[in-house]
């Protein structure tokens, strides 16, 4: 009986969820620490690094400086590359990245398509092979109009190649950089137990989007609760109701909408109700203008929640901030 209660408590500590943290240190500093599997800088003045578990993202943040984001886990991190891929695993888990270059692949189509094939080709050759969460960033989103937009031509892309993730739609972020040079970058959690997908009621499913949002619908699902149980992985959230934008030109309003959205994504997951102090957030706002607005928002309805304000377009045109983050239970 003991040695089985050992072994429990082993595949808990094993499945254990990644604490992800925003802490204001030294790059090198949080990549000597122990259980490091990823840590993650933003804006232009960071710097790029040999280790495989740092990742640069060109979202400048509204507040300087600004924290990294890392991710620790219980147990040994091994690193390394496979052709343009950085990779990292430990504790049962697996951070993967992958940026290209949309000039060298011929436009945001067939650059999704390149990039999820090779994500695709490479957990599949790994004990953490199931992906759990997907981070998307390109350049220009909402450029083009009609079945040209680029977030649509991004999501065709994706679709041609994400079959092969084998679990169904993990939960994604998709959001627009505001730089020059096409690019896309794409990082993933990946476990070796599947997690359970969650879905909001107050809104329909992406991948059941009509024909409006464009030829093929986006591939992703509202939430994740890890294996384990103990951590829900959030989508990138916004002001919308079954399938439609709610409250255009209304920051306040938007913010309210997401919120609620949020909390009925906690109850869908039988997770505790709220945000708290171990439940980062980050906030994606589309004119620099809003950022005020959005730090008294958290200040005022989710106090003490940290929280990551960055510039980055949405997917619609229409909609102004967008939310994803996780909660702990």
């Known amino acids: 009986m003991v040695q089985g209660c050992e072994i429990a408590a082993a595949q808990a ?5 990644p604490r992800v943290s925003y802490r204001s240190m030294q790059a090198a500093a949080a990549l000597a620490e122990p259980g490091m599997l990823a840590v993650i800088g933003f804006g232009a003045g960071q710097a790029d690094r040999d280790d495989p578990r740092w990742l640069t993202l060109a979202l400048e943040p509204f507040d300087a400086p600004a924290p990294l984001e890392c991710w620790e886990v219980d147990g040994d991190v091994v690193a390394g590359r496979d052709g343009a891929i950085r990779w990292s695993r430990g504790g049962g888990w697996l951070f993967a990245s992958l940026g290209l270059d949309e000039t060298e692949h011929g436009g945001a189509a067939s650059t999704a398509e390149r990039a999820y094939a090779a994500l695709s080709e ?3 050759q790994q004990p953490e092979r ?4 997907v981070w998307n960033y390109l350049t220009a989103i909402n450029d083009g109009d009609g079945d040209a937009e680029r977030y649509k031509q991004f999501c065709n892309g994706r679709a041609r190649s994400m079959g092969a993730f084998g679990d169904g739609f993990p939960a994604a972020t998709a959001i627009g ?3 020059h040079h096409p690019r896309l970058q794409v990082y993933l959690l990946a476990g070796r137990r599947p997690g359970r997908r969650v ?9 059941r989007y009509p024909r409006q949002y464009g030829p093929t619908p986006p591939s992703f699902a509202r939430a994740m609760r890890l294996p384990g149980g ?11 109701i079954g399938h439609a934008s709610a409250h255009r030109d209304d920051l306040l309003a938007q913010l309210e909408e997401t919120l609620a ?3 009925a994504l906690l109850a869908s997951a039988g997770m505790p109700a709220g945000f708290d102090t171990h439940s980062p957030l980050k906030a994606y706002v589309r004119h620099p203008a809003d950022a005020r607005v959005v730090r008294d928002f958290f200040r005022q309805r989710l106090p003490g929640v940290p929280a990551l304000l960055l510039h980055g377009d ?16």
């Open 13 to 17: 500590v094993e499945y254990r969820a």
């Open 122 to 124: 490479f957990v599949a």
């Open 130 to 133: 199931h992906v759990l969460r």
């Open 177 to 179: 950089y505001h730089d």
């Open 199 to 207: 879905e909001n009621p107050r809104q329909l499913s992406a991948w």
């Open 230 to 240: 103990d951590a829900l992985a959030i989508s990138g959230t916004a002001a919308v």
């Open 261 to 263: 959205n949020l909390e």
């Open 314 to 329: 949405i997917c619609r045109r229409e909609l102004l901030v967008e939310i994803d983050g996780w909660r702990y239970a």
